[in-house]
């Protein structure tokens, strides 16, 4: 690890200032991935602005049903929350499935919308990496991926994306607040902050150069909503998903699906919004014949190599089996 700087904001004025004065300066929330990337020299920072103790530490239950978290908020507390668990229980466990009870409770929601991919090519600095340094090429095409991606690759990356939490918001419709380093404020959805890689891999998001994280926004669920996650991984304890879906459903009298999210993780370098499946789905019954065909529309875009081409078949299984038992639940909302 380089020898770096530390500075704590004492707010956010004083954090994109001490972002813009320094080019070579970054954020520090709960360091659990950008402390890794640092000791492995995929990343070399010369400045660390802590914005962890910035006052985006609570969770906002509203009046209309909607929720807004702070961007500083430790990923335990979100997922214990009462209301999360009671409303929003796709997302408490999400969280739940994923780093171990110490990681999570020192990392934040920013940080944790904001994790770099595991790749091994990505992290091992000594091999190449379009990533990491573009134009050097994407080994995992032809060594080890059969972690990585099936949908939205590029020939130059094949890297998935590792967040369980950002799949649930992806599911959840929620959206980013964001500060720009000029003060200025916007919102962007989850959904539409990541980046697919196509000839450009090392730019990840649609962030600003100090563009700061303060909250993500929940609307309020879908009136008799049934959710949840689902986690597909190699060992129960701490592992990031081979394949995993964010399910929401509403069924109406009739026992058509009245409204359906799906997203799924694992499976390419962003949460995955299942926007075909969705279409083919809403207001139909959800049969099996119908739910594996919306399933398989959704994957007929993939594009598995040999050793990770299994998570095609899984990822239909998955949405599925998470479909047909939140429409046949008794206990919906």
């Excluded at 592992?239 to 459903?249: K, N, R």
């Excluded at 095609?312 to 429409?327: C, F, K, P, Q």
């Amino acid at each position: 690890m380089k020898e770096f700087a530390y500075a704590r904001a004492g707010d956010a004025r004083e954090a994109a200032e001490l972002i813009a004065q320094r080019p070579d300066a970054t954020y520090l929330g709960g360091g659990t991935n950008l402390v890794d990337l640092m000791k492995l020299g995929v990343t070399d920072p010369g400045l660390l602005v802590d914005v962890s103790r910035l006052p985006y530490d609570r969770i906002e239950h509203r009046d209309d049903g909607s929720v807004l978290i702070g961007a500083t908020v430790r990923n335990g507390e979100l997922a214990g929350d009462p209301g999360i668990r009671t409303r929003f229980p796709m997302l408490s466990q999400a969280l739940l499935s994923g780093a171990s009870g110490q990681l999570r409770t020192v990392a934040t929601v920013g940080g944790n919308l904001l994790q770099r991919t595991r790749c091994v090519y990505f992290q091992d600095v000594t091999k190449p990496c379009n990533k990491r340094e573009p134009g050097t090429g994407c080994p995992a095409v032809g060594g080890a991926h059969r972690d990585l991606a099936v949908l939205g690759t590029s020939d130059h990356c094949v890297a998935s994306h590792p967040s369980d939490m950002a799949v649930a918001l992806v599911a959840l419709d929620a959206v980013v607040h964001l500060r720009s380093v000029d003060g200025t404020t916007r919102t962007v959805p989850v959904a539409e902050l990541y980046l697919l890689p196509g000839d450009t891999p090392q730019r990840e998001t649609v962030l600003e150069r100090g563009d700061l994280i303060t909250a993500v926004e929940l609307p309020a669920p879908p009136a008799g909503a049934a959710m949840r996650y689902r986690k597909v991984r190699d060992r129960w304890s701490y592992a990031f998903a081979l394949v995993s879906v964010a399910t929401s459903v509403s069924v109406a009298d009739d026992g058509s699906l009245a409204d359906v999210r799906i997203a799924l993780g694992g499976v390419a370098p962003r949460p995955w919004r299942a926007s075909v499946a969705e279409e083919r789905l809403r207001g139909r019954r959800p049969d099996e014949e119908t739910l594996r065909e919306a399933a398989r529309a959704e994957l007929a875009a993939a594009r598995p190599l040999p050793d990770n081409a299994f998570k095609v078949d899984l990822a239909v299984d998955l949405i599925v089996a998470g479909i047909r038992d939140l429409s046949t639940r008794k206990d919906r909302a």
